[in-house]
C-alpha cells in the first residue's frame, strides 16, 4: 500500500524538540487531513487542508503547526510537546473534502519524553 | 458540531455468528456515513459507506442501515470469520463548512473460532 505515506514511522522527542512529521500522497487527491489517535479519543480530526488551504482547524494548540505547499505533501511540525500529546499521528487525503473515501497513511507513532 | 456515539465499544462472537454495531449522530444535515475497520498495527480503511438518501447497502457480508428520522446508523456482519477482528470506526460528514468527518470512538471486535 503506497497510496499514502508518512515519514517517519516512529519517533521519540523530547518536550523541548523541534521536529516535523512528513505526508505525501500519490493518488491525485487534492484534499488532506491530519488526524490524532490515542486511546482516549480514537481518530481525533486535527486539520484539513482542501486545494493547499487549510479549511479546519479543530481547536489544535499552537505546538502543532500544518503545512501544505502543494496538494501531495502534507506536513505537521512540532514544538515543544507534552506529554500527553503521545499518540499515533495519522495523515488522510482524499478527492475533496466532503463525503468521500479517505485514504489514511500508516502513522507516525509519536512519544513525548 | 457534530456528535456520534457509538456502541458497543467491545463486542466477542463466535465464528459463523453476526456482529451489529450502532451508531448516533447529533447533525440532522449530516449525508455521508462510513464505516472503517482498523486491523491490530495498521491504518483504518472504508468497508463501507451509505449517504441518506438510502434506507440500506449490502457488499456480501456486510450491510450498513441507515434511519435518518432518528439520526441512527448500524453495521451488520454476518457469518463473522477470525480475520473480521479489528476496530470498526463508524463517521458522519457535517453538511456545512468543510464537511469534516466526525468518528465514533470505536468497537472492537473479537471472533473467537
Known amino acids: 500500500e503506497t497510496g499514502v505515506t508518512q515519514t517517519p514511522r516512529h519517533l521519540v522527542m523530547g518536550m523541548t524538540n523541534k521536529k516535523s512529521l512528513k505526508c505525501e500522497q500519490h493518488l491525485g487527491h487534492n484534499a488532506m487531513y491530519w488526524y490524532k489517535q490515542s486511546a482516549k479519543k480514537p481518530l481525533e480530526l486535527m486539520f484539513v487542508?482542501?486545494?493547499?488551504?487549510?479549511?479546519e482547524n479543530n481547536s489544535v494548540p499552537s505546538r502543532f503547526s500544518p503545512e501544505c505547499p502543494n496538494s501531495s505533501h502534507l506536513f505537521l511540525h512540532l514544538h515543544t510537546l507534552q506529554p500527553e500529546d503521545s499518540a499515533l499521528y495519522l495523515c488522510?487525503?482524499?478527492?475533496?473534502?466532503?463525503?468521500?473515501?479517505?485514504?489514511f497513511g500508516p502513522g507516525t507513532r509519536l512519544t513525548v519524553t | 458540531g457534530e456528535n456520534v456515539e457509538q456502541h458497543p465499544s467491545t463486542l466477542s462472537v463466535q465464528e459463523g455468528d453476526s456482529a451489529v454495531i450502532k451508531c448516533t449522530y447529533s447533525?440532522?444535515?449530516?449525508?455521508?456515513f462510513p464505516w472503517y475497520k482498523q486491523e491490530l498495527g495498521k491504518r483504518p480503511q472504508l468497508i463501507i459507506d451509505i449517504r441518506s438518501n438510502v434506507g440500506e447497502k449490502k457488499d456480501q457480508r456486510i450491510a450498513v442501515t441507515l434511519n435518518k428520522t432518528a439520526k441512527h446508523f448500524s453495521l451488520h456482519i454476518t457469518e463473522t470469520q477470525p480475520e473480521d477482528s479489528a476496530v470498526y470506526f463508524c463517521a458522519a460528514s457535517e453538511e456545512a463548512g468543510s464537511y469534516q468527518l466526525t468518528f465514533g470512538k470505536g468497537t472492537k471486535l473479537s471472533v473467537i473460532p
Open positions: 447533525d440532522s444535515a449530516s449525508n455521508y
Open positions: 488522510a487525503s482524499s478527492q475533496e473534502s466532503g463525503s468521500y473515501e479517505q485514504y
Open positions: 487542508y482542501n486545494f493547499k488551504e487549510q479549511t
